[in-house]
């Protein structure tokens, strides 16, 4: 990435998926000084349509020696500064499929231009002030998000609701740094400073703070998602559980002990959080060599979920067995599933619900008839902290980097506090407000390294 810094020249690179007899267009993208003569040495237009920006053009892709045709297009124009990255950019929209697009994207390639770095576009954009930080990793949420709400939060980023917040704090700490210093500096020719204004203005930055990095986790949940793993004794109702609540028949049902014998994979979406749920083989003590690898797996699955569903036979109760299951995955996050309650009288389901452990949420199912699903949804939503998600609750939710750069800014601003108790010279002061004014400065790309923007957009895929 290093070298985007000391490198301009044109990129160009493919920005759709490319599957072989899958999708019916595929885009090359080029942008830089080079795209438009790229586009002119390429492209030929039939009749007299006007070469200008932000108009479409229909017409033939050749190559310039052998005049050989490559595809039959559609070509886009954006110039600079009316453009994703503020320079000039041309897309052409080729037919879908492999060939077409390898072809054309080969003679950009032999034209002018050199093939883009991951996210290099976007870096673009950041570097030529179309967007800011925050507003670029959103795009990369956008791109990559796993469910409406994961999408509208990324929107609401793109939009610059983070960007706008982050900047006033930043704008009011320089403020405040502008007064402290103005102190330093001219002491004799100004009043005294309100110190205890001045802490005061902290204080609501620190609270300012606390609330945005309240987000963190409904951030994290919604670009990662939860891993989920339905964990119990053969013939509970596991699969069963999976069918009901994905909706599907993804996972063999039988009366039959140690039908499941892998892991069977699941994507759902609870409350807004991408799921992906687990439905593991019955762990138990077998000869059978292949349902051993099956539990073997079972457990490392239980060890690697965010949240174990343990699922036993309500019309059977507790066994010594769902005791020993139970000792070995109890340190992780469990919610009790009792499941087959269909298959038990009313004041029977009371007495379980006594049997079973209290320190865990319990929630009973009888997925056989599709029943108590909406229930376990509410369970995990309660586990994890989070409950259903509502509109009014995206518009900013700071991903990991951007925690640990407001943490820094939080630890900052407290210890200005402490240097105010101690009274200590402004000098003082203005070196943590430093501080904190740079680690704000770093999530919109006010005060960024290139390690930092090698970081984030090594993550993006080429052609954004």
């Not at 699969?239 to 002990?257: F, G, H, Q, Y």
């Not at 343990?310 to 009790?336: M, N, Q």
């Not at 008839?369 to 995990?380: P, V, Y």
């Not at 586990?383 to 991903?399: E, M, P, S």
């Amino acid at each position: 990435m290093s070298e985007i810094f000391a490198t301009t020249g044109t990129i160009t690179a493919i920005a759709t998926a490319v599957v072989p007899q899958q999708g019916s267009v595929g885009i090359v993208r080029v942008s830089g000084s080079e795209a438009m003569n790229i586009a002119e040495t390429i492209f030929h237009t039939p009749g007299n349509q006007v070469w200008e920006t932000h108009r479409i053009l229909y017409g033939y892709i050749r190559h310039p020696q052998t005049k050989q045709t490559v595809d039959e297009a559609l070509l886009l124009i954006m110039k600079a500064p009316r453009s994703y990255t503020r320079e000039d950019i041309v897309e052409f929209h080729c037919h879908g499929g492999i060939m077409a697009v390898q072809q054309v994207l080969q003679l950009c390639l032999e034209n002018g231009a050199r093939l883009a770095q991951a996210g290099e576009f976007t870096l673009r954009a950041f570097l030529n002030g179309r967007l800011d930080l925050t507003q670029a990793e959103s795009i990369k949420d956008l791109v990559g998000a796993k469910s409406p709400q994961a999408a509208q939060a990324a929107l609401a980023g793109i939009q610059g609701k983070l960007a706008v917040s982050i900047g006033k704090l930043r704008a009011q700490c320089l403020d405040v740094l502008a007064e402290i210093e103005a102190r330093v500096d001219f002491e004799d020719d100004l009043p005294p400073l309100d110190c205890d204004d001045i802490l005061l203005q902290i204080e609501k930055f620190i609270v300012e703070i606390t609330g945005l990095l309240a987000t963190a986790n409904k951030g994290e949940m919604l670009r990662s998602g939860l891993r989920v793993a339905i964990v119990g004794r053969p013939n509970v109702g596991k699969s069963s559980l999976l069918n009901a609540w994905s909706r599907t028949d993804k996972a063999i049902v039988t009366n039959l002990p140690g039908t499941t014998r892998d892991v069977v994979e699941s994507q759902l979406v609870v409350g807004g959080i991408p799921v992906q749920v687990l439905d593991t083989a019955g762990i138990r003590d077998t000869e059978d060599q292949v349902e051993k690898i099956g539990v073997e797996r079972s457990e490392g699955a239980a060890k690697a979920a965010d949240l174990v569903l343990f699922t036993i036979d309500a019309s059977v109760g507790w066994t010594d067995a769902d005791g020993e299951i139970y000792d070995r995955i109890k340190h992780r996050p469990v919610i009790l599933v009792a499941n087959k309650i269909d298959l038990l009288p009313e004041n029977e389901i009371i007495n379980l619900e006594s049997q079973i452990q209290e320190s865990h949420s319990r929630v009973m199912t009888a997925a056989a008839q599709n029943q108590g699903i909406d229930a376990l949804e509410a369970a995990i939503l309660e586990k994890i902290g989070l409950g259903k998600l509502q509109a009014a609750d995206l518009d900013i939710a700071i991903n990991q980097r951007q925690a640990a750069a407001l943490v820094r800014a939080k630890k900052s601003l407290e210890q200005v506090q402490i240097t105010a108790q101690q009274h200590l010279a402004f000098d003082f002061w203005s070196i943590d407000l430093r501080g904190a004014i740079q680690a704000l400065g770093e999530i919109t790309g006010d005060e960024v390294t290139e390690s930092v923007l090698d970081r984030i957009f090594s993550k993006f895929c080429i052609g954004k």
